[in-house]
């Protein structure tokens, strides 16, 4: 194929001239340019999702040097599915953040979501270990600088935090790769993938890489960091944040367990993998049923999710195919169906937020008849996190709940239905206060109606998975690196 | 005699660490932990890795340390230095001796099990060096063969500068370093300085065929920048906020221009035109250098220096 | 014992006295200082364990622990921006002890 067609670099290159344009550009001119680029970005991912689709997955040789010398970039399926969910969302949020930010603020917005987008992509399309470290940091920086974004105390106090963890977090990963590469002597997935030898070496490699992966994507208990972070940074970023950021890890975590056939390796690891997100599940929800306020309530709930995604390792089981298939297909679309719920759930809280100008739980009386389109998009997107039918959550739960039963695991069964009921608790406590009648109404602030379709339209979008489950798993399912190292 | 070397620096490195860490003054353990980037540059001559040596000290030692250094100036002028910390309690004390001893005992076990590799990219490096343009396999790693993990690199230093400016608010203290007015100190500039630059100079036009390059040439001009900024010589004060603004951005942008245009021609991103990949990424380290020496002076001007001096909301009030 | 080898384990060494230093202080410059540690000892194993095994000079690591060097400084400054405006705004050097969250 044709070179300049390829919309694989302009993924990168969008971004990354967004970003160095916005920071040039005078103030009004900025959010002018960003549209310019969001629009071509959604072109460039269709493009992508259109290619891969048709064509099979797309490889990409950057400066024209092959792996292992040089740094290839691929897109199958799996990729081609994040490319396209993270530009949704981002270009949501940046609609959102439009709208929502004072011009000042927005100025200095627009060029951190470039990066942040540009590190994104970077992440889904690389096939190169070092190359996602670097990756993984541009990332950290961008999230770590939108978190400070909110420039008061405690943004400030949570941005230290997530800066250290994610710090230490990406140290001990390239600790690993810096095994991996003395063990292997290559950084390129695929001829890792293709020399992989199983020795003491590898094995403390992969402690490392998961350690420094489980706490970027702040799996219980390395979750400490998440709540303040998310429940603390401004509405916009909040959705980015838990919608995409802490999937960025995860991504590579599950590609590392499949592509190395870790899970064959070393199922006592997946196992501990389970138990860590059950851990999760349980702990998330019980926590975001105690909380005070509201974005500490949504912040907790993206903690319990984790969860449900890291369930699915142990369900990734050699011997038994079709099970670990539910499991592979099931938590892919767990984590997309809460991308979509979870920046829905975030930007209708945080328009909540603005109506009331108080950020507890307590002041939401009376909003279920001052603002039920935005309770409703609430609602929406929390039918997709407790997983009633029909959303997306419910399917992905569903698919998970039928891989326990048949690799026999019954006890993560236990553990997902437990889960919901936690989910379905912190879910209508929220609704609980909504409905208190108060006669403060008049003194509310009212929300652009845009921000409240934006909000309702990703939560929209996570119910509409429920339909049309069978487009991204089909997608997902396309022959790729990681449909071939699957049982 | 050489073992001999070697295991010194080992024990040296690590005593020196272990001061760094475990010192109860903060101000020591700055210091020693400037001392250690100079003894671990010795370590990465013994490594074969002269250009890691020479960013060691510039960057990690020199740079790293002047940051440290300027923080701890601030902590001692807001009295928050000599604040008595309390002890970190035991059960602190007892985790990090565990996890610490456990990470070790892993690596120890990784490190002496090690396998025979299976692939050896040096052999590639050295197939593919006549058509990288340089002759140093280093260079030709940074800007040829993995110039796409550079550029994300210069991304990051870029997005640092980005974070520090976004932060900057008007109420922000005025904390700056006063100049200091010492003709001494002047006189020595005025030799130094023009010394520095050529070194500078001269590192980044070595990149080509022996140890230097961009980084190294960029940290030195960083340093230049740096003493002038401390001798009260302010750049940030003589040029316009825009200039600096363009400044900082100009090495990126230089790069993602040659990586695009080679898309226009044809090409994959980033892969150099025939024949042109010697000139252009002579044109890309030019750049880099100058941005990355404005960078790292801004990082370290920007959490110092008085409101009414910074760019950042330059173009707000026009 | 080869140059490499003992190179290794002088980063293994680091990366333990930093990850306990990391751990166990609470004010935020050691920290700092500490995972600036733990990135110098990372260095020393990417370079010395790829070396040891290569048995010949490398390029490829040793570009890499370039980028990785100007990353870890980049990281320094961020963090220190964010550390002083925390001073500023609490006047003190660590975080509130985590509650039981």
């Given at each position: 194929?044709?070179?300049?067609?390829?919309p694989?670099?302009?993924?990168?290159?969008?971004?990354l001239?967004?970003?160095?344009?916005?920071m040039?550009?005078?103030?009004?001119?900025?959010?002018?340019?960003?549209?310019?680029?969001?629009?071509?970005?959604?072109?460039?991912?269709?493009?992508?999702w259109?290619?891969?689709?048709?064509?099979?997955?797309q490889?990409?040789?950057?400066?024209?040097?092959?792996?292992?010398?040089?740094?290839?970039?691929?897109?199958?399926?799996?990729?081609?599915?994040?490319?396209?969910?993270?530009?949704?969302?981002?270009?949501a949020?940046?609609?959102y953040?439009?709208?929502?930010?004072?011009?000042?603020?927005r100025?200095?917005?627009?060029?951190?979501?470039?990066?942040?987008?540009?590190?994104?992509?970077?992440?889904?399309?690389?096939?190169?270990?070092?190359?996602?470290?670097v990756?993984?940091?541009?990332?950290?920086?961008?999230?770590?600088?939108?978190?400070?974004f909110?420039?008061?105390?405690?943004?400030?106090?949570?941005?230290?935090r997530?800066l250290?963890?994610?710090l230490?977090?990406?140290?001990?990963?390239?600790?690993?790769?810096?095994?991996?590469?003395?063990?292997?002597?290559?950084l390129?997935?695929d001829?890792?993938?293709?020399?992989?030898q199983?020795?003491?070496?590898?094995?403390?490699?992969?402690?490392?890489?998961?350690?420094?992966?489980?706490?970027?994507?702040?799996v219980?208990p390395?979750?400490t960091?998440?709540?303040?972070a998310?429940?603390?940074?401004l509405?916009?970023?909040?959705?980015?944040?838990?919608?995409?950021?802490?999937k960025?890890?995860?991504?590579?975590?599950?590609?590392?367990w499949?592509?190395?056939?870790?899970?064959?390796?070393?199922?006592?690891?997946?196992?501990?993998?389970?138990?860590?997100?059950?851990?999760?599940?349980?702990?998330?929800?019980?926590?975001?049923?105690?909380?005070?306020?509201l974005?500490?309530v949504v912040?907790?709930?993206?903690?319990?999710?984790?969860?449900?995604?890291?369930?699915?390792?142990?369900?990734?089981v050699?011997e038994?195919?079709?099970?670990?298939?539910?499991?592979?297909?099931?938590?892919i679309?767990?984590?997309l169906?809460?991308?979509f719920?979870?920046?829905?759930?975030?930007l209708a809280?945080?328009?909540?937020?603005?109506?009331t100008?108080?950020?507890?739980?307590?002041s939401?009386?009376?909003?279920?008849?001052?603002?039920?389109l935005?309770?409703?998009?609430?609602?929406?997107?929390?039918?997709?996190?407790m997983?009633?039918?029909?959303s997306?959550?419910?399917n992905?739960?569903?698919?998970?709940?039928?891989?326990?039963?048949?690799?026999?695991?019954?006890?993560?069964?236990?553990v997902?239905?437990?889960?919901s009921?936690?989910?379905?608790?912190?879910?209508?406590?929220v609704?609980?206060?909504?409905?208190?009648?108060t006669?403060?109404?008049?003194t509310?602030?009212?929300?652009?109606?845009?921000?409240?379709?934006?909000a309702?339209?990703?939560?929209?979008?996570?119910?509409?998975?429920?339909?049309?489950?069978?487009?991204?798993?089909?997608?997902?399912?396309?022959?790729?690196?990681?449909?071939?190292?699957?049982? | 005699?050489?073992l001999?070397?070697?295991?010194?620096l080992?024990?040296?490195?690590?005593?020196?660490?272990?001061?760094?860490i475990?010192?109860?003054?903060?101000?020591?353990?700055v210091?020693?932990?400037?001392?250690?980037?100079?003894?671990?540059?010795?370590?990465?001559?013994?490594?074969?890795?002269?250009?890691?040596?020479?960013a060691?000290?510039?960057?990690?030692?020199?740079?790293?340390?002047?940051?440290?250094?300027?923080?701890?100036?601030h902590?001692?002028?807001?009295?928050?230095?000599?604040?008595?910390?309390?002890?970190?309690?035991?059960?602190r004390?007892?985790l990090?001796?565990v996890s610490?001893?456990?990470?070790?005992?892993?690596?120890?076990w990784?490190?002496?099990?090690?396998?025979?590799p299976?692939?050896?990219i040096?052999?590639?490096?050295t197939?593919?060096?006549?058509?990288?343009?340089?002759s140093?396999?280093?260079?030709?790693?940074?800007?040829?063969?993995?110039?796409?993990?550079?550029?994300?690199?210069?991304g990051?230093?870029?997005?640092?500068?980005?974070?520090?400016?976004?932060?900057?608010?008007?109420?922000?203290?005025?904390?700056?370093?006063?100049g200091?007015?010492?003709?001494?100190?002047?006189?020595?500039?005025?030799?130094?300085?023009?010394?520095?630059l050529?070194?500078?100079?001269?590192?980044?036009w070595?990149?080509?065929?022996?140890?230097?390059?961009?980084?190294?040439?960029?940290?030195?001009?960083?340093?230049?920048?740096?003493l002038?900024h401390?001798?009260?010589?302010?750049?940030?004060?003589?040029?316009?906020?825009?200039?600096m603004?363009?400044?900082?951005?100009?090495?990126?942008?230089?790069?993602?221009?040659?990586?695009?245009?080679?898309?226009?021609?044809?090409?994959?991103?980033?892969?150099?035109p025939e024949?042109?990949?010697?000139?252009?990424i002579?044109?890309?380290?030019l750049?880099l250098?100058?941005?990355?020496?404005?960078?790292?002076?801004?990082?370290?001007?920007?959490?110092?220096?008085?409101?009414?001096?910074?760019y950042?909301?330059?173009?707000?009030g026009? | 014992?080869d140059?490499?080898?003992?190179?290794?384990l002088?980063?293994?060494?680091?990366?333990?006295l930093g990850?306990?230093?990391?751990?166990?202080?609470r004010?935020?410059?050691?920290?700092?200082?500490?995972?600036?540690?733990i990135?110098?000892?990372?260095?020393?194993v990417?370079?010395?364990?790829?070396?040891?095994?290569?048995?010949?000079?490398?390029?490829?690591?040793?570009?890499?622990?370039l980028?990785?060097?100007?990353?870890?400084?980049?990281?320094?400054a961020?963090?220190?921006?964010?550390?002083?405006?925390?001073?500023?705004?609490?006047?003190?050097?660590?975080?509130?002890?985590?509650?039981?969250?």
């Amino acid at each position: 194929m044709n070179m300049i067609l390829s919309p694989i670099p302009w993924l990168l290159v969008i971004p990354l001239a967004g970003a160095t344009l916005t920071m040039l550009l005078p103030y009004h001119w900025r959010s002018a340019a960003s549209v310019v680029g969001i629009f071509t970005q959604l072109m460039a991912s269709v493009i992508l999702w259109y290619q891969v689709t048709h064509y099979g997955p797309q490889f990409y040789a950057m400066a024209d040097w092959q792996a292992p010398l040089g740094i290839s970039l691929r897109a199958d399926g799996l990729a081609t599915l994040f490319v396209l969910m993270s530009s949704l969302v981002a270009s949501a949020c940046a609609f959102y953040a439009h709208h929502y930010l004072s011009l000042h603020k927005r100025a200095n917005f627009w060029p951190l979501l470039w990066f942040l987008w540009a590190s994104l992509n970077g992440i889904w399309l690389a096939a190169d270990t070092f190359n996602l470290y670097v990756g993984l940091e541009l990332l950290t920086f961008a999230a770590v600088g939108l978190v400070a974004f909110a420039s008061d105390e405690r943004s400030l106090e949570a941005s230290i935090r997530y800066l250290y963890a994610a710090l230490l977090g990406s140290m001990a990963y390239l600790l690993g790769v810096a095994l991996l590469y003395g063990a292997q002597g290559t950084l390129a997935m695929d001829s890792l993938a293709e020399t992989w030898q199983w020795g003491p070496t590898t094995q403390v490699a992969v402690t490392l890489i998961l350690g420094g992966l489980l706490l970027k994507t702040a799996v219980f208990p390395l979750h400490t960091w998440l709540p303040p972070a998310h429940g603390g940074a401004l509405t916009p970023v909040s959705a980015l944040l838990s919608a995409l950021v802490i999937k960025a890890s995860f991504y590579i975590l599950l590609r590392f367990w499949i592509e190395f056939q870790i899970y064959q390796f070393l199922p006592s690891l997946s196992q501990l993998l389970g138990a860590l997100g059950a851990g999760a599940i349980l702990w998330g929800g019980w926590m975001a049923l105690r909380q005070t306020h509201l974005k500490m309530v949504v912040a907790y709930s993206t903690v319990a999710q984790i969860g449900y995604m890291t369930l699915m390792f142990p369900l990734l089981v050699a011997e038994n195919s079709e099970a670990s298939m539910l499991a592979y297909q099931g938590g892919i679309l767990m984590l997309l169906a809460h991308a979509f719920a979870k920046a829905g759930m975030f930007l209708a809280a945080g328009n909540l937020i603005f109506c009331t100008g108080k950020p507890d739980l307590v002041s939401l009386a009376g909003m279920s008849r001052y603002r039920p389109l935005n309770i409703f998009a609430f609602g929406l997107a929390g039918v997709s996190l407790m997983g009633l039918p029909p959303s997306g959550g419910f399917n992905a739960k569903w698919m998970l709940l039928q891989s326990s039963f048949m690799s026999g695991q019954w006890w993560w069964i236990v553990v997902l239905l437990l889960g919901s009921l936690l989910s379905a608790a912190y879910i209508f406590r929220v609704f609980a206060y909504t409905y208190q009648e108060t006669d403060a109404l008049d003194t509310y602030k009212r929300p652009r109606l845009s921000l409240e379709l934006i909000a309702l339209s990703l939560s929209g979008i996570s119910i509409l998975l429920g339909f049309a489950s069978l487009w991204p798993l089909e997608m997902i399912s396309l022959p790729g690196p990681v449909m071939e190292a699957l049982p | 005699m050489n073992l001999l070397i070697d295991l010194t620096l080992l024990i040296g490195i690590l005593a020196i660490a272990f001061t760094c860490i475990v010192s109860r003054s903060l101000f020591r353990s700055v210091v020693f932990f400037i001392l250690l980037g100079l003894m671990l540059a010795i370590g990465w001559i013994r490594l074969g890795a002269p250009d890691i040596a020479l960013a060691e000290a510039a960057i990690g030692a020199g740079i790293t340390g002047v940051l440290l250094l300027d923080t701890l100036g601030h902590l001692k002028k807001t009295g928050n230095l000599e604040n008595d910390e309390p002890a970190p309690s035991r059960k602190r004390l007892v985790l990090a001796i565990v996890s610490s001893f456990t990470l070790v005992g892993l690596l120890l076990w990784a490190v002496f099990n090690q396998p025979t590799p299976a692939i050896n990219i040096h052999l590639l490096v050295t197939e593919a060096m006549p058509e990288s343009g340089v002759s140093h396999p280093i260079t030709a790693v940074l800007l040829n063969f993995r110039s796409y993990d550079t550029l994300l690199e210069v991304g990051v230093l870029v997005l640092a500068v980005l974070v520090g400016l976004a932060l900057q608010t008007d109420q922000q203290a005025q904390d700056s370093l006063p100049g200091l007015p010492n003709p001494l100190l002047h006189a020595c500039l005025t030799l130094l300085i023009p010394a520095m630059l050529i070194t500078s100079m001269y590192l980044l036009w070595a990149g080509s065929d022996r140890p230097g390059g961009a980084f190294q040439a960029g940290a030195m001009l960083a340093a230049a920048f740096i003493l002038l900024h401390i001798s009260g010589i302010k750049l940030s004060s003589q040029v316009s906020h825009r200039m600096m603004q363009a400044g900082l951005l100009l090495g990126f942008g230089v790069f993602l221009a040659v990586a695009t245009s080679s898309l226009i021609g044809g090409r994959p991103l980033l892969a150099y035109p025939e024949g042109g990949a010697g000139m252009l990424i002579l044109l890309i380290e030019l750049a880099l250098t100058l941005s990355i020496g404005l960078i790292l002076l801004s990082l370290f001007t920007i959490a110092n220096s008085p409101p009414h001096q910074t760019y950042q909301g330059g173009d707000h009030g026009h | 014992m080869d140059t490499n080898l003992i190179f290794t384990l002088c980063g293994v060494g680091l990366c333990g006295l930093g990850f306990f230093g990391f751990i166990y202080h609470r004010h935020l410059l050691r920290r700092l200082i500490a995972f600036n540690l733990i990135g110098n000892g990372t260095f020393l194993v990417m370079v010395g364990f790829a070396q040891r095994g290569q048995g010949v000079t490398d390029h490829v690591i040793q570009a890499l622990v370039l980028t990785g060097i100007v990353v870890a400084v980049a990281a320094t400054a961020l963090g220190l921006v964010l550390i002083r405006r925390w001073f500023q705004l609490k006047g003190s050097t660590q975080l509130p002890e985590d509650d039981a969250s």
